[in-house]
């Protein structure tokens, strides 16, 4: 991802779960931010094995480790997690 920092806008962020993902009926990307607060944000495929989503003004708005972890739901019934990943959100020079 690149050095991130709070209030960075249209910042692409993107998970490799190594294995082909098709077409799932829902792909997120779940985070969990410094502070202990969870969401997601929904995410497209991307080169057959990637999660990807782009993130808006004031999503990043808490400085420290943030996680992040890919969710999918299949038609199959199929539902899953990929490995979760770390990354340092940094705060800008005021």
Known sequence: ???VYVGDNLTEIILDTTVPL???TTLR???EKP???TGYWDADV???T???TIVQNGDLNVSGLWK???YAVFTSGWIGHGEE???WIYAPIA
């Open 50 to 52: 990637k999660a990807k």
């Open 22 to 24: 098709g077409s799932p």
């Open 29 to 31: 990307i779940k985070y």
């Open 85 to 87: 990943y770390e990354e």
């Open 1 to 3: 991802m690149g050095k």
């Open 35 to 37: 502070d202990g607060t």
């Open 46 to 48: 991307f080169e057959i």
């Open 68 to 70: 992040f972890q890919v």
